[in-house]
C-alpha cells in the first residue's frame, strides 16, 4: 500500500503551556493537524483548502493520542507525519512528535478521517486526489531520503 511521509518542525509556544510548565494535552491534536497540513502541501502540491474548493472534505472521525512525555516552552519540535488509505473512504495519519533537542518520543497516535462531500455525505476518495497521492507516494519510494520514525 501507498504511504506519504513527511517532517515538520515547530516549537512550544508559551500560549501552548499549562500551570505544569508542559504543554496543554490538548495542543497535541493541534500539533497532528499541523503535520497532516503540511503533509498535504508538501507532498501533494495542495492544501486543504484546495481540495474542499473541490468538493471534497477530510472530517476526523477518530484520534488515539499516547503521551510518553512533556515539552516545555520554546523546546524544538519533530513532528512526523506518514499517511495512507485506510479501508475505501479512509485517510488514516499516524504521527510521532519528538522533543527535536533530545529525540525525547513525546507523543504518538493517528487520526483517521472520511471522504465527504460539501453535504458531510461519505465518498470514496475522488479520483484526482487517489492519483496525486499514487504520484507523491512514488516520488518517495523513488527519494533516496529515509522516511520518519514511525
Not at 44 to 61: C, K, N, T, W
Not at 89 to 110: C, M, P, Q, W
Request: net charge neutral; with cysteine; proline share 5%.
Amino acid at each position: 500500500m501507498s504511504k506519504l511521509c513527511d517532517v515538520l518542525e515547530l516549537r512550544v509556544r508559551y500560549s501552548e503551556t499549562d500551570q505544569m510548565g508542559t504543554f496543554y494535552n490538548a495542543r497535541a491534536l493541534e500539533w497532528f493537524e499541523c503535520g497532516r497540513s503540511e503533509l498535504m502541501r508538501r507532498c501533494l502540491g495542495m492544501s486543504y483548502a484546495d481540495m474542499e474548493q473541490r468538493g471534497a472534505f477530510l472530517p476526523l472521525v477518530e484520534a488515539h493520542l499516547e503521551f510518553l512525555g512533556g515539552a516545555k516552552y520554546d523546546d524544538p519540535l519533530r513532528i512526523s507525519s506518514i499517511s495512507e488509505f485506510s479501508g475505501r473512504a479512509r485517510l488514516r495519519f499516524d504521527v510521532e512528535i519528538h522533543n527535536g533537542r533530545t529525540s525525547k518520543l513525546i507523543v504518538r497516535g493517528y487520526t483517521v478521517h472520511a471522504y465527504t462531500d460539501t453535504t458531510g455525505r461519505p465518498i470514496k476518495p475522488p479520483a484526482w486526489f487517489v492519483e496525486k497521492f499514487e504520484e507523491a507516494a512514488a516520488r518517495v519510494t523513488a527519494a533516496p531520503s529515509s522516511p520518519p520514525n514511525l
